[in-house]
């Protein structure tokens, strides 16, 4: 897209030449060497990936011309005021135009998120966002590259009605102290809908990496849901379909039907084979997705950033069918790097070039407000508009499958549907 109007420093973080932003990303090192949580995957090199991705937009125009430039923030989830500190330090003292990628991670309740885009006015992209967080930011100026979780579970509940797949169950809820209420409520409507039963809900307190009370509460309600014949369990968020508490339903309840409404759970399952669990607990758990991870890999526009970054690094990005643990067990998928930061600088210049030459907040906010329907990299089918801040709108609906080489995937079970229609 071109501009003709000249180019000024029209705001904080822009000038005539350069856009500014910051680039928080998880240190997966710190979680990695707490045992509870259980993780053995990082997403490679984010800075190398990041000047990857950045270098291939400078080399090829900027955005209307302006170069962007890139300051990086290492954080660990489980260090609350490492996202305080990195809040003021990228706003107040490095004054960035945007914040770009995944920031202020659960258990936080998306106060830092806030901080950058309500206290300190500045764009936030990032996933990992609720919707009481976008709702008290300012319209336009917090975008999640994803779905909602409250969209995504109405979604999902919609596609599960169609195929029949609760016929003759009954369902519990199993939540965390965020997603529990909301769990709770679209959960008992979709029974309505459908006609069928719901037994007792379940909400863990899980605020930190000691997860024993958590652990506690779950044997009971796992007690109070066999003698209700639950049959089927919602798992509602990232932290309650984690291995401690899936491993634990799936030995007391081995035919369980398991639904989660976070498709990043397969990243837990994907874990439990490479660490050759089996029987896999995870298996057939529903959930609504997207592509694969290998249809996503090979989508022309995600190949365009892996190969930015084999040509800057002289790396190559392994390909997630091809994806193996290494020799203290930790499996490193640069693929999810590469395509998260893929995403969110798509969504960073193609609302910045709407905007214009004349960037500012308030032009952003107008270009997102206005945007329409448009492709990510990860998603072809994806839109923006006032009101609706979460961009990924293509799903389907899928049963995990450990079987699916080399470390388990989504088997479909529905075609790739728009679910705002």
């Not at 057939?284 to 592509?291: A, D, R, V």
Request: one cysteine or more.
């Amino acid at each position: 897209m071109a501009s003709s109007a000249p180019l000024t420093a029209s705001f904080r973080g822009v000038t005539a030449t350069t856009i500014k932003v910051a680039m928080p990303y998880i240190d997966f090192d710190c979680l990695i060497a707490v045992p509870a949580i259980d993780i053995h995957f990082t997403q490679g090199d984010t800075e190398k990936i990041t000047k990857a991705v950045v270098d291939d937009i400078n080399n090829n125009g900027g955005i209307l011309g302006r170069k962007l430039e890139v300051v990086f923030h290492k954080i660990c989830p489980l260090q609350g005021d490492a996202s305080a500190t990195a809040c003021t330090a990228m706003t107040d003292d490095e004054k960035v135009f945007a914040v770009l990628g995944t920031y202020d991670t659960p258990p936080s309740p998306g106060t830092n998120q806030l901080c950058v885009t309500r206290d300190h006015e500045t764009v936030l992209i990032a996933n990992l966002v609720k919707k009481t967080t976008i709702d008290e930011a300012p319209p336009g100026l917090l975008i999640m590259p994803g779905i909602l979780a409250e969209r995504r579970l109405d979604a999902m509940y919609n596609l599960i009605k169609q195929q029949k797949l609760l016929a003759g169950k009954k369902i519990a809820v199993l939540g965390d102290q965020d997603t529990g209420e909301n769990a709770d409520k679209v959960t008992k409507a979709a029974a309505a809908s459908i006609g069928i039963e719901t037994g007792s809900t379940a909400v863990l307190t899980i605020t930190s990496e000691d997860t024993s009370a958590a652990q506690t509460q779950l044997d009971s309600f796992i007690e109070k849901w066999k003698g209700e014949n639950v049959s089927a369990l919602l798992m509602s968020g990232l932290l309650v379909s984690a291995k401690q508490f899936v491993e634990k339903i799936r030995e007391r309840m081995p035919n369980i039907l398991l639904i989660s409404d976070d498709s990043s759970s397969a990243e837990q399952a994907q874990d439990e084979v490479a660490q050759g669990k089996s029987p896999n607990p995870y298996e057939g758990m529903i959930t609504m997705s997207g592509l694969t991870d290998v249809e996503t890999f090979n989508l022309p526009a995600v190949q365009k950033c892996v190969k930015a970054y084999e040509s800057a690094t002289g790396e190559k990005v392994v390909p997630p069918d091809q994806v193996k643990p290494g020799s203290d067990g930790t499996s490193i998928k640069t693929y999810q790097g590469v395509q998260d930061r893929c995403n969110e600088f798509a969504v960073l210049k193609l609302v910045a070039e709407k905007a214009g030459a004349n960037l500012t907040n308030e032009t952003w906010a107008a270009a997102v407000n206005s945007f329409g329907s448009f492709p990510l990299p990860t998603n072809e089918i994806a839109s923006l508009k006032q009101g609706k801040y979460d961009v990924e709108d293509g799903f389907r609906l899928g049963a995990f499958d450990s079987s699916i080489k080399p470390s388990g995937d989504f088997k479909k079970l529905t075609e790739l549907l728009d679910v705002t229609k």
